[in-house]
């Protein structure tokens, strides 16, 4: 296990915490200003991807007008001679006689000249002639009902899932430009880590290794086996050339661990190194306060960022929903995540100072939340059957019957929450 110490130089004081609203909104708008490059991909490549610009039609919807019953498009009055038939797909003959009707399909278009359309369960058909009498609304969808040609559907940074990818093809696009997803890469730091078996001997198994790729997906991100490295090895020049290296190819690279001041900790003299500068340096936020997020410029110009997470695997987490999520939000170009609220069904203790993120379960049904137990930082058993964080603001307490804002934990892209 390699010891070598941080230069005491560099084990500098701390600046005071930034207060967690804030550190989400200043990590959000520096994500913003480096919102990653668009391009146009096809429809089928772009699920779980942000719109680059506005998702416009490129016609009426519908295009014509279409029915929306199997039934008889007729002309005049009742009985009707059959002329013809109308099916989806085609274009059919004008009616240009009163008296006359085709058999028409849901969805086919409505022949010019039909002056109504009249459901079959509702007529009568004996030697060739058709009767009966067609309910006084129109039984058809008649051009742009549901959007006009060049109107703006749904704005730039709408997050794509199944429902967006299917109203773009109604509306006649192949590709659409979307934000590329962010690359990410992670560095595990700690020799004491183990990265199989059980823990023995002092050392203890490695849990955000295989975590955190999966956090970050679900945030949108590209994560490769590859991109995961560790432990990397306790010493300044080690964690200088990872940093580097995962740079290189990553839009945001999370560490784990380190992120104090202590004898083996170098990622603030390794971020020196690297002239990173610091957007966060620490929040006030319990559990998980000595967060990081700080910014490299890369040579060819583009800004990387570096989210440094604490060790503890609850605080971790802590820093990924505070800092990495607005980030990523800005990055792909979308709104600033908006929180929802729920009811407490329990107390929940505040943390002075420092606002208190706490693991709840959440009931949709009555819209709780009742916090988990086993929820120190190090552990891992309550944010296993957890939906999210309660927030409880500096200097108050959560009490049984107060709203308080939730972060969501992630769910897969193209997920929506019930």
Known sequence: MSTETAPTADRVAAPPPAGWEEARSRVYAVGLAAALPALAR?????????????????????????????????RGGSPWRVVGRALAGSTPAPLTEDGTTVEIATGAMVPEGATAVLRVEESTVVDDLVSGVPREAPEWREPGEEAYADEELLPVGTPVDPAVIGLA????????????????????FGDELLTAGPPAAGRVR????PAVPAWLRRYGC?????????PVADTLPAHVAALRSALATADLV?????????????LHPALAALGAD??????????????????????????????GLPGNPQSAIVALVSLVAPLLAGLQGRSMPVLPHATLAEAV???????????VRLDRAAGTASPVRHVGSAMLRGLAGADGFAVIRPGTRGEPGDRVPIVPLPLLPGERSS
């Not at 590209?222 to 560790?230: K, L, M, T």
Request: charged content about 20%; overall charge neutral.
């Open 42 to 74: 096809p429809l089928a490549d772009t699920d779980g991807s942000t719109l680059a610009e506005p998702l416009t039609t490129r016609t009426d919807l519908p295009a014509f007008p279409t029915s929306s019953v199997d039934g008889w498009a007729v």
């Open 278 to 307: 610091y957007v966060v340096n620490t929040v006030a936020v319990r559990p998980g306060f000595p967060m990081l997020l700080a910014r490299v410029a890369g040579h060819d110009g583009r800004v990387r960022f570096v989210a």
């Open 222 to 230: 590209q994560v490769r086996p590859s991109d995961v490295i560790g």
């Open 349 to 359: 203790p505040g943390r002075g100072d420092h606002t208190h993120l706490a693991l």
């Open 254 to 266: 999370c560490t784990t661990g380190g992120t104090m001041n202590g004898p083996v900790d170098h």
């Open 169 to 188: 093809a109604s509306c006649g696009h192949d590709t659409l430009r979307v934000r590329r997803a962010p690359r990410a890469a992670l560095l595990v």
């Open 206 to 209: 490695d849990a955000l290794g």
